[in-house]
């Protein structure tokens, strides 16, 4: 079955340095991705998002990459701040599915 | 001004009880959905409506019936409750389905 994981639980940075989540999907026909962060306390709130037809998308201080042949995904965050700590969730869905199959998460934890 | 709102944040009742959670979106959004997140922080999608006609039901108890008196609102009802429905419950939205979702900050349900 399609299934999407990400390779560590728990992420600790220093403030100031880049940041780089990773996910992994298994579904070949996944044709659209989506970053989530998750604050304490509050839902997910969508961060970036990516088709297939891309492999770079950039948006203020993150930058999603898709390397579509291993099936992997990954979220970079630059300048890492306090504010950013969260979990994070990649999310995937494909043409046709009217849902979006979520990742286990991985928390972010930046130390000053 | 809030997006996605949901109500009660928290609910606290004893196994065997019957419980109703509301959500509301002031988005013009097409589709709603509920998710369930347990405690390692796994979100899994329990139904989704289209402009109020449900479309999808991912393998939920027939104990948990969603109603959507309108595109703007999605209830989730619970009857019979039991200690494993202890988690936390999301709302969200999307413009169209498989579009990104806007999520509630969450009703977390404790059962005694």
């Known amino acids: 079955g399609e299934s999407v994981g990400l390779h560590l639980p728990t992420l600790s940075v220093q403030e100031g340095d880049n940041s780089i989540i990773n996910c992994a999907y298994s579904n070949s026909a996944s044709d659209y991705f989506i970053w989530y962060k998750q604050e304490s306390g509050k839902g997910p709130q969508f961060i970036i998002d990516i088709r297939s037809n891309m492999d770079k998308r950039q948006g203020q201080r993150v930058t999603v990459l898709l390397n579509k042949t291993v099936k992997h995904l990954s979220l970079q965050i630059a300048a890492t701040q306090p504010g950013d700590s969260a979990v994070y969730f990649c999310a995937e869905t494909y043409t046709g599915r009217r849902a979006l199959t979520f990742g286990s998460g991985t928390r972010l934890q930046v130390q000053p | 001004d809030t997006a996605v709102s949901q109500t009660p944040k928290y609910l606290v009742t004893q196994m065997g009880n019957d419980k109703s959670i509301k959500c509301e979106q002031n988005l013009g959004h097409d589709t709603m959905y509920w998710y369930k997140q347990d405690s390692k922080k796994f979100l899994k999608i329990m139904f989704s409506?289209?402009?109020?006609?449900?479309?999808i039901n991912e393998t939920v108890p027939n104990r948990f019936s969603p109603k959507s008196p309108d595109k703007a609102h999605l209830n989730l009802h619970i009857n019979s409750l039991e200690l494993g429905d202890s988690a936390v419950y999301f709302c969200?939205?999307?413009?169209?389905?498989?579009?990104?979702?806007?999520f509630g900050d969450g009703t977390r349900l404790s059962i005694l």
């Open positions: 969200a939205s999307s413009p169209k389905q498989g579009q990104p979702q806007h």
């Open positions: 409506y289209n402009n109020k006609e449900l479309i």
